[in-house]
């Protein structure tokens, strides 16, 4: 079984030029502690979001919470995403996308950054879009795994990164447990995203995350009270072994 290093608060970082509230679940500035995990945001807005910007040599996944998200990016791709919808976008080589509410509508996203090793920093960029209705879904006792990159105890997800990574959202009925079985050379993070959960024991409230280092193959996760849902993604560690 996996354990759990630490759980961490959320930042508040408030309102920018972009976005009307934003929280960072993921901080950048400690890479030894969160490679290959870069960045992952927490954002509502309305206007203007995020206007056209470039990206190279990462990945990202985007899961709208809440409202409608419009985008659009270089490569010729563009939709338009509602609550529970997701998209995986490989930056590689180098793209330019948009992300904005669609008009007169809001929007509440969360978008995880993912670093590519060197060697597929030359990827072909693009996108993929990840409905919540063609997912596929795992099923437990008091528990569903909505498998959206990876496989999952022979469930795999439509998402196709450039490199090896496993992301789900697990609901958990109040009280019910589940091992989630994830390889063992990840590095881990469970978000909560609703109620209180325990990960490997420890317990994390609302906008808290417990990292989990490569080791083990399997993440215990305990619903609250009330029930949870929670983002758990993994990753090999970009450095030092795939510089």
Known sequence: MRTVDRVEDALHAGPDAE????WLHVRPGDPARTDPFVVLS??????????????????TLTVVLGGVLEHADSTGGAGVLHAG??????????????EVAQAGTSAHVLQLWIDLPARDRAAAAGHQELPAADRPRLA???????VLAGTVDGVTGPARPARPVQAVLVTLDPGASLELPMPAEHRAFALVLDG????????????QTAWSDPGGSRLELGGGATGSRLLVVGARPTAPEDP
């Open 19 to 22: 976005v009307d509230d934003k």
């Open 42 to 59: 927490e954002d509502r807005f309305t206007a203007p979001g995020f206007a056209w910007h470039a990206h190279h040599g990462i990945e």
């Open 85 to 98: 919808d997701a998209q995986w976008m490989t930056a590689g080589r180098g793209i330019e996308h948009r």
């Open 140 to 146: 437990r006792p008091g528990a569903e795994v909505d």
């Open 196 to 207: 209180g959960a325990t990960v490997a024991g420890r317990f994390a409230g609302v906008r």
